[in-house]
């Protein structure tokens, strides 16, 4: 591991010589993931790309993309579209990116089951803004909005989570 991983230990998220509180999934982290299990998938995960609203926040990053009207993200296993960023109208299980609440307002995304998603196996892990302190996830990582705002202008190339 590199100082320039998103560490998650079983009390923390460390990164860059620092340690962050964070949340994983109500239901642990688990080697074998599953969709809707909750779980957290221990493992070593690439970072693919970051998303932020531009109607409440600057660009965290220069390669961050603004999360639209319409953005949704598919969570159908029995689609072709499955654990892809997709477009509203969407007739298939899907998530709206775009939410009312602050939970998606900058999110950065693994390649968790991704590009090559294999059905059933759990769709979008994300690094995203907790709820409260240690409130569960749906499998994602959550941290406080203060933290998620310092670690993602860091975030390099080579950078990755690593999920202990």
Known sequence: MKATDLVVTPTALRFMGRSFPRSVGKGGISNRKREGDGATPRGTHRLVGMLYRPDRMAQPADWALPIHTGDLWSDDPTHEDYNMMVRAPYPYSHERLRRADPLYDLVILTDWNWPYAVKGRGSAIFIHRWRKPGHPTEG????????????????????????L
């Open 140 to 163: 994602c990582i959550g941290l406080h909005p203060r933290d998620l705002a310092w670690i993602a202008p860091r975030i390099r190339h080579e950078t990755r989570l690593v999920v």
